[in-house]
């Protein structure tokens, strides 16, 4: 079956750094875009970065030359390099794949405070 799986929050200060992870499986990951995605407490789910299949990429302007997406398709991963954190960067963060159903993870809490 197709699954996502998240790893790689956890609790961080202000200005500091997290690498989160993403592994596919069950299906041909290098054929699809993945996107990173979060949700703060009553907050609506947002886009934060997206790689298509190209190697192209978009990012949402408040993650804009702070945050970086890589995918390694020899590995099935997608990456979500986080740099400079910020206390409103807090949620839980997603992984999406593109497929027709949509596919998404059950998500790994990333938390910015000191």
């Known amino acids: 079956q197709v699954q996502l799986v998240e790893s790689g929050g956890g609790l961080v200060q202000p200005g500091g750094s997290l690498r989160l992870s993403c592994a596919a499986s069950?299906?041909?990951?290098?054929?699809?875009?993945m996107s990173w995605h979060r949700q703060a407490p009553g907050k609506q789910r947002e886009l934060v970065a997206y790689?298509?299949?190209?190697?192209?990429?978009n990012y949402a302007d408040s993650v804009k030359g702070r945050f970086t997406i890589s995918r390694d398709n020899a590995k099935n991963t997608v990456f979500l390099d986080m740099n400079s954190l910020k206390p409103e960067d807090t949620a839980v963060y997603y992984c999406?794949?593109?497929?027709?159903?949509?596919?998404w993870g059950l998500g790994t809490q990333v938390t910015v405070s000191s």
């Open positions: 790689m298509a299949t190209s190697g192209h990429t």
């Open positions: 069950g299906f041909t990951f290098s054929a699809y875009a």
């Open positions: 999406y794949a593109d497929l027709q159903i949509g596919l």
